[in-house]
Each structure stands twice: as C-alpha cells, then as structure tokens.
Nanobody, 129 residues
C-alpha cells in the first residue's frame, strides 16, 4: 500500500520547536519532490515548504522563512520539517505530499497542490501557552 505518514506534531508553547517527519511506505520517496502544506481551521490549505528530489533545492513560504527548515534522507525514505520559533499562527494540521512531476533538478512544489500524487493524513501542530 502506497502511503505517506506524518508524525511529530503536538502542543508546544510559543517560541518552541517541533520536528515533523514524513515517512513513505510502498514507494521510493527519492523519486518524488516533496512538499509540506498546512491547513488552519477555517482557512485554505497553504504551502509551507518544499524540497527537490535530490534535496539540493528548497523553498519556503515567506511566513516561515528563517524559522523552518526542510530536509530529506532518501536512504531512510523520509522527509523532515524542523520548526523553530513557533508562533500561535503556525497552529494547523500539517501535511506532507509527494509529486512525481519533474521540471528540472531544482524544482519543487511550494504551493501547487494539484501536482501532488500522494498525501499523508496530517499531523496537528498547536502553538499555545
């Protein structure tokens, strides 16, 4: 069964950190560009960060630049999102998604939900004191 599973969410105080993981089963994650998305209550899903197939190129939404860091370990078939200096407005369900599209070695889908082939079920991140 082909699936992505996110983990690492939880409750954290403002200013704290969390590390989200996205693990793939049934397929090789290294053949896909990966995106992290989030959806807060009452809001549309938005792109947070993405990483190219090789990991050599990354992109970030302006709202998380300098605070979040995406990485991948293709040997472990996993992608990570390190989130530092968390704010209440970061509260959302975080999803990882994989895209089989190839648009060059540096391409990754920051906000293009329509190009994603697989989605995880999400992990909840709550930032609150």
């Amino acid at each position: 069964q082909l699936q992505l599973v996110e983990s690492g969410g939880g409750l954290v105080q403002p200013g704290g950190s969390l590390r989200l993981s996205c693990a793939a089963s049934g397929f090789t994650l290294g053949a896909y560009a990966i995106g992290w998305f989030r959806q807060a209550p009452g809001k549309e899903r938005e792109g947070v960060s993405c990483i190219s197939r090789s990991g050599g190129s990354t992109k970030y939404a302006d709202s998380v630049k300098g605070r979040f860091s995406i990485s991948r370990d293709n040997a472990k078939n996993a992608v990570y999102l390190q989130m530092n200096s968390l704010r209440p407005e970061d509260t959302a369900v975080y999803y990882c998604a994989a895209s089989a599209q190839y648009r060059g070695t540096t391409w990754c889908p920051l906000s293009e939900t329509y190009v994603m082939n697989y989605w995880g079920k999400g992990t909840l991140v709550t930032v609150s004191s």
